[in-house]
């Protein structure tokens, strides 16, 4: 293909694009100034992969091409310039449209952003610009009043919630994150600072931690990308409000212009909610990844309405877009694999009732003579600490991945095991009952063989969704005999909490919601208040 051929197939592919042939110029525009990876080329004009390669290919032999770099051939970048009208364009914001005068502070998100744990894809996780977090934290202080305000954060592997305190620092904050990781980095990281944030673990699939229902002013998120996750998240989101006619979801959300169904099916599911679209700001934040949009999304700015307070809240399982958690994976193991969950279970001593899922909302009780079966096997590493912690029977027998965390490793299954030690035994069965899979298989440890410590403790654990400081101020007044007053109880658990590093918060939240960074912490504590 000659050069003139090959300038006027870009010309043309440019032409059809009518009003958004803009982004497309700005393409060629970044590849007449510099070498350009494919991820500069996506993400900085927000042009979806597939459309940028499609530009590639049409100007041919006119690029330059360098490992995974391209740009248009020094004799050939003016001619484009002049064919395209590229001197028109405006300036193109490679630094994210942060103001001036953030130096400093940006500086610290980066390095933030450089040390969080890396994104799982599993979860859909993709690392959004430095300077779009900023960009969020600066626009949510300019557009309402958060001094003294409440803000939850739906997930935040991105880390808004350290860049909004610090740029109001009076703000409290409180975030809800399925990953482990990501809360202990933002607790350690908050305490270090001085920012008032909350972490607390859940998975939204199976409920909202009730410490955060009714708690936020405004609740900002950046979900799955899939019809599923941005309803769901959405509708805990709505949960969260404390006063849903003042409050406002603040949602992050792209799609590719290639497929504007898929945008139309989350906005049908956002409308189902009863939410009003306040404002939509395109393409405002950009990503390290996520090319099939562009690497970029919108801000959707939702009000509720009295509709809002009806809709019915769906529980999904099946919301992100890769892994077995994927709306395409199976999410269950096979009935053959369910039917030997169900024989270990049972052991030939006990009854087991069915296969039961994953979820721990809710206590998971057996009657006498029955032992429960669980299918966690699409669990993303923290379900099966929640899944005994919720589980009050003789013997549990749990369907996990071969290579799950507490299972792959000596540490992993210690690390279980001695949270778990004053209420059930463990056995993990590798490559049970098939090579992908495996089972973890708790017995009950009778509650007369423990010391009054150990009692104390195994109160709590027994009843893992109560508040933590409520329970364990009773089991303190139980194992005491009535010895002990409840006034008494309340002093020597606030001496404990104090000398064990504990939060004033965590004694206020369930067991089964705290953050397991912090169990270890809360464990000794316990421990150290028996009545003797």
């Known amino acids: 293909m000659s050069s003139t051929d090959s300038l006027e197939q870009t010309a043309a592919r440019v032409a059809a694009a009518r009003v958004h042939g803009r982004r497309l110029r700005h393409v060629v525009a970044l590849l007449t100034e510099d070498w350009r990876d494919l991820d500069e080329l996506v993400r900085l004009p927000a042009v979806p992969r597939r459309t940028v390669e499609e530009l590639l290919a049409a100007m041919g032999d006119d690029l330059d091409r360098s490992g995974d770099r391209w740009r248009l051939s020094p004799d050939r970048a003016a001619a484009y310039r002049e064919r395209l009208g590229l001197d028109a364009l405006p300036t193109l914001d490679e630094a994210g449209g942060v103001p001036a005068g953030h130096v400093d502070l940006l500086g610290r998100v980066r390095e933030d952003v450089a040390r969080v744990p890396p994104p799982l894809a599993a979860l859909d996780h993709v690392q959004a610009t430095p300077e779009s977090v900023l960009r969020r934290a600066l626009w949510l202080r300019e557009n309402y009043d958060l001094a003294g305000a409440r803000v939850l954060l739906l997930g935040d592997h991105d880390l808004t919630s350290l860049a909004l305190c610090a740029v109001v620092p009076d703000v409290s904050v409180t975030v809800v994150d399925l990953d482990e990781r990501v809360l202990e980095f933002l607790d350690r990281a908050a305490a270090e600072r001085g920012h008032d944030i909350r972490c607390l673990h859940a998975d939204l699939r199976f409920g909202l931690p009730p410490a955060a229902t009714e708690w936020a002013d405004l609740v900002f998120s950046d979900p799955p990308y899939t019809p599923e996750g941005m309803a769901l ?23 590719s212009d290639r497929t504007p169904a898929l945008g139309l099916k989350v906005q049908q599911e956002l409308q189902r909610l009863g939410l009003v679209f306040e404002a939509v700001l395109p393409a405002f934040d950009r990503y390290h990844g996520a090319q099939a949009v562009g690497s970029a999304s919108s801000l959707y700015v939702c009000q509720p309405t009295a509709r809002s307070r009806k809709a019915v809240e769906r529980q999904q399982v099946a919301i992100y877009t890769h892994g077995p958690q994927s709306v395409e994976g199976s999410g269950a193991a096979g009935d053959r694999v369910r039917a030997e969950l169900v024989r270990i279970a049972g052991a030939a001593e006990y009854r087991v009732e069915g296969v039961r899922g994953p979820s721990w909302d809710r206590p998971l009780h057996a009657p006498a003579g029955q032992a429960l079966a669980v299918d966690a096997s699409a669990d993303p590493g923290p379900w099966l600490l929640r899944v005994l912690l919720a589980a009050n029977a003789r013997r549990v027998a749990v369907l996990v991945g071969n290579n799950h965390p507490n299972v792959t490793s000596e540490e992993g299954q210690h690390a279980l095991a001695d949270a778990l030690a004053t209420k059930f035994r463990l056995r993990y069965l590798r490559s049970t009952p098939e090579p992908k899979t495996a089972v973890v298989v708790a017995e009950e440890v009778p509650v007369e063989t423990l010391a009054p410590g150990d009692r104390v403790l195994r109160h709590l654990l027994d009843r893992a969704h109560g508040k933590i400081g409520n329970v364990w101020r009773e089991g303190l007044v139980a194992v ?26 965590e004694l206020a939240v369930r067991l089964v919601d705290l953050p397991r960074h912090r169990l270890g912490a809360l464990l000794d504590a316990v421990r150290s208040t028996h009545s003797g």
Do not use: M, Q
């Open 480 to 505: 005491s005999g009535g010895a002990l007053t409840k006034n008494a109880a309340r002093d020597r658990i606030a001496e404990a909490a104090e000398a064990g590093g504990l939060r004033a918060h």
């Open 233 to 255: 998240f959405a509708a805990r989101g709505l949960a969260a409000l404390r006063e849903p006619e003042l409050g406002r979801l603040v949602l992050v959300y792209g799609y």
